[in-house]
C-alpha cells in the first residue's frame, strides 16, 4: 500500500466520523437555540445542591461545578 492510499483509506474512515460530530453539533446547536436553552440552564436544572466534581474529558481534566 502506497502513502497516498493510505492517506486516502485514513480521510474516509476519519472524516465520516468527523462530518457526523460537525452535523450533530450543529444541529444540537439549532435546536438549542431555537428553545432559547442554554448550558448553564440545564445545569441549574441539577439544582444548588450539585456538588463539584472533576472529570477527565477529551484528554483533560477539567473542573464541572456549580457556578
Known amino acids: 500500500m502506497t502513502a497516498s492510499a493510505a ?4 480521510i474516509v ?3 465520516t ?3 457526523i460530530g460537525l452535523v450533530a453539533r ?4 439549532k435546536w ?4 432559547n ?5 440545564i445545569q441549574a436544572q441539577a439544582g444548588t445542591n450539585r ?3 472533576r472529570m477527565f474529558l477529551l484528554g483533560f481534566w477539567r473542573d464541572e461545578g456549580p457556578d
Do not use: C, E, H, P
Open 37 to 41: 436553552f442554554d448550558l448553564a440552564d
Open 26 to 29: 450543529l444541529t444540537i446547536q
Open 13 to 15: 474512515y476519519f472524516g
Open 17 to 19: 466520523f468527523l462530518a
Open 51 to 53: 456538588r463539584k466534581r
Open 7 to 10: 492517506l486516502a483509506t485514513a
Open 32 to 35: 438549542m437555540s431555537r428553545r
